[in-house]
């Protein structure tokens, strides 16, 4: 059964510098190479201080310090779109006349929009979770599955955004909940863009989806 969120990195390079230096003889000699950089010299030697190569001919002593890769918090901004067009929606039919439709559209709009205002997604380095309020609350056990609300992203299947250009839904599949296989279905009141490019960062690309 799937779950519902009605029931509830930053990659920073440490910019690595790359340090070398060369002791050449003579007084006032020119030294050429094919890395970017800032030479200076005093007399017999030549420190180059380099930021990237370039191939071709470059001498190296030594290389100080290296590119590190570093996952932090991604919290998805909330986006308000999908509640805004189930509010306009039912109030057009309501302006028309047409109750009975516009009456649950209506309240479905305002869960949304509620739910819009607290509930976020929370992607550290390990699990994806979903957590409550502007302190990022707990958010409790899964009224529909059971279990908490969090998922580790090597236990993931395989996910969906759907649909790109206007993404409604959130889908993936998961083993931590059960070893089968558990479903999740989630309306995307986060900005998409930003959903889709960590979701594909830490748990990997999507088959069918993407940003368009």
Same mark, same amino acid.
């Given at each position: 059964?799937?779950?519902?969120?009605?029931?509830?990195?930053?990659?920073?390079?440490? *910019?690595?510098? $790359?340090?070398?230096?060369?002791?050449?003889?003579?007084?006032?000699?020119? +030294?050429?190479?094919?890395?970017?950089?800032?030479?200076?010299?005093?007399?017999?030697?030549?420190?180059?201080?380099?930021?990237?190569?370039?191939?071709?001919?470059?001498?190296?002593?030594?290389?100080?310090?290296?590119?590190?890769?570093?996952?932090?918090?991604?919290?998805?901004?909330?986006?308000?779109?999908?509640?805004?067009?189930?509010?306009?929606?039912? %109030?057009?039919?309501?302006?028309?006349?047409?109750?009975?439709?516009?009456?649950?559209?209506?309240?479905?709009?305002?869960?949304?929009?509620? $739910?819009?205002?607290?509930?976020? +997604?929370?992607?550290?380095?390990?699990?994806?979770?979903?957590?409550?309020?502007? $302190?990022?609350?707990?958010?409790?056990?899964?009224?529909?599955?059971? %279990?908490? !609300?969090?998922?580790?992203?090597?236990?993931?299947?395989?996910?969906?955004?759907?649909?790109?250009?206007?993404?409604?839904?959130?889908?993936?599949?998961?083993? *931590?909940?059960?070893?089968?296989?558990?479903?999740?279905?989630?309306?995307?009141?986060? !900005?998409?863009? $930003?959903?889709?490019?960590?979701?594909?960062?830490?748990? %990997?690309?999507?088959?069918?989806?993407?940003?368009?």
């Amino acid at each position: 059964m799937a779950s519902a969120l009605l029931s509830t990195s930053l990659f920073l390079p440490l *910019q690595s510098e $790359q340090f070398q230096e060369r002791e050449v003889s003579g007084l006032g000699r020119n +030294f050429r190479s094919s890395f970017y950089g800032k030479v200076m010299y005093n007399r017999n030697c030549v420190r180059m201080k380099t930021a990237s190569s370039q191939g071709g001919r470059a001498v190296v002593a030594s290389v100080l310090g290296r590119r590190v890769k570093n996952k932090g918090t991604v919290i998805p901004d909330p986006d308000y779109r999908i509640p805004v067009v189930l509010l306009g929606l039912a %109030g057009g039919l309501a302006y028309t006349n047409n109750l009975l439709p516009a009456a649950p559209i209506g309240l479905l709009g305002l869960l949304l929009l509620f $739910q819009t205002t607290r509930v976020r +997604f929370v992607f550290d380095e390990e699990a994806l979770e979903v957590k409550v309020g502007e $302190q990022l609350q707990n958010s409790g056990e899964n009224v529909f599955v059971g %279990g908490k !609300n969090r998922w580790n992203y090597s236990t993931f299947v395989n996910w969906e955004l759907w649909w790109p250009n206007f993404p409604i839904l959130v889908y993936f599949k998961e083993t *931590q909940t059960k070893p089968d296989g558990q479903v999740h279905f989630f309306p995307v009141i986060f !900005n998409g863009k $930003q959903l889709y490019d960590v979701m594909v960062e830490r748990a %990997g690309p999507s088959k069918n989806s993407g940003p368009k």
